[in-house]
């Protein structure tokens, strides 16, 4: 696997626009590709883990929901990065673009999602936060893989299935 920082990648994009023709912007056109593929890739696989175990459970929000929230939060996250470092400079218009606002929206839009699974039974029971923290954590691995933080979302994935189905049962 071709694993390249943000930075690099960025250098190359820059570089590939400036370069019209030629094998060096088909090269770095290809390193770029991978690079979105893997991305997609990894917060796929890490998203299937947090739905396997919701699935395992029968929760309402499981396999599927975990997927489609973190691939495309990657995606998102990718393209709003992207795009603040690719969007050549206009001398007309001082523009400060921010790499990670459409990340930021993320959060927010499923924040909103994962309330809808909340539910009050009775006067002392509340059901659905753990599956609501999925879903937003889902989109929180997706952005990490989208913005090149692969081993820390690869961590926090282990964390929280080991603190779900191991070390919770116990205190329970």
Do not use: H
Not at 37 to 46: E, F, H
Not at 55 to 83: A, M
Not at 89 to 97: G, S, V
Not at 114 to 128: C, K, P, Q
Request: charged content about 15%; overall charge positive; proline content about 3%.
């Amino acid at each position: 696997m071709l694993f390249i920082s943000s930075n690099i990648i960025f250098t190359c994009i820059k570089f590939y626009r400036n370069k019209k023709e030629g094998i060096d912007s088909v090269i770095f056109d290809e390193i770029i590709r991978n690079e979105v593929i893997i991305k997609l890739a990894i917060a796929s696989v890490l998203s299937l883990i947090l739905g396997i175990e919701r699935e395992l459970k029968k929760k309402p929000v499981g396999l599927k929901t975990s997927l489609v929230i973190s691939t495309y939060s990657c995606l998102l996250t990718i393209i709003s990065i992207d795009t603040a470092y690719s969007t050549p400079p206009r001398n007309d218009i001082n523009i400060t673009m921010d790499p990670l606002r459409l990340a930021a929206q993320i959060v927010s839009g499923v924040g909103f999602l994962g309330a809808g699974v909340i539910l009050r039974r009775g006067n002392d029971s509340i059901t659905g936060l753990t599956t609501a923290a999925i879903v937003w954590g889902a989109a929180g691995i997706g952005i990490a893989v989208g913005a090149g933080f692969y081993i820390e979302a690869l961590l926090t994935v282990l964390i929280v299935v080991i603190g779900i189905e191991i070390i919770a049962p116990f205190l329970i």
